[in-house]
């Protein structure tokens, strides 16, 4: 076969994996210019922020999806100094209203004619912070009625029971854990 045919063949094949990668990852992939106007992102970034097709790349800007409209200067400025920004916690708002949390990392890339660019994904965490917040606010119930749980039986036989209350639910926890590590 001739070098033409190969070379062709080559990016066929680049072709699809780029196609595959833009249909079926579950993260949010985009290309920004060092305004932070989006030019090409995949299918996950457009459903996570709940946008579709009429709203695609000419009409939205990444700093506009951000709730704190000061963070995108912040985490640009970051970028330019470090080259690179690695799981950073932003919410954001999707294209009806919604707030979501996400994971955000970049890279800058600049090019051989001296333009930046910003790669990066979007990670959807919302669920995750929903149960960090219930956790905290059970930490706070329970402490609450620990304290007053206290006061009311009496106090050394009460903490000698919670102590081990808490070693059980350690050693449950651990158990669990070398489970799921065994799988």
Do not use: Y
Not at 9 to 25: G, M
Not at 102 to 107: A, K, N, W
Request: net charge neutral; hydrophobic share 40%; aromatic share 8%.
């Amino acid at each position: 076969r001739d070098e033409k045919a190969v070379a062709l063949e080559k990016l066929s094949e680049n072709e699809q994996i780029l196609k595959s990668i833009n249909e079926n990852l579950s993260e949010g992939i985009f290309r920004l210019n060092s305004r932070g106007q989006i030019l090409f992102a995949n299918h996950a970034f457009f459903r996570l922020f709940g946008l579709d097709a009429a709203d695609r790349l000419n009409q939205v800007a990444l700093p506009a999806l951000f709730v704190d409209k000061e963070r995108w200067s912040d985490l640009k400025s970051r970028v330019e100094i470090n080259s690179v920004l690695k799981n950073e916690e932003n919410q954001m708002v999707r294209q009806n209203g919604d707030r979501i949390w996400v994971l955000i990392s970049m890279v800058k890339v600049t090019q051989s004619s001296g333009a930046d660019f910003f790669d990066g994904s979007v990670v959807d965490i919302t669920r995750q912070k929903e149960i960090e917040r219930n956790l905290r606010i059970n930490e706070h119930v329970l402490r609450f009625l620990t304290v007053n749980l206290e006061k009311e039986f009496d106090a050394p036989a009460f903490v000698t029971r919670r102590a081990e209350l808490q070693a059980a639910a350690k050693k449950r926890d651990e158990e669990r854990e070398a489970r799921r590590e065994e799988r």
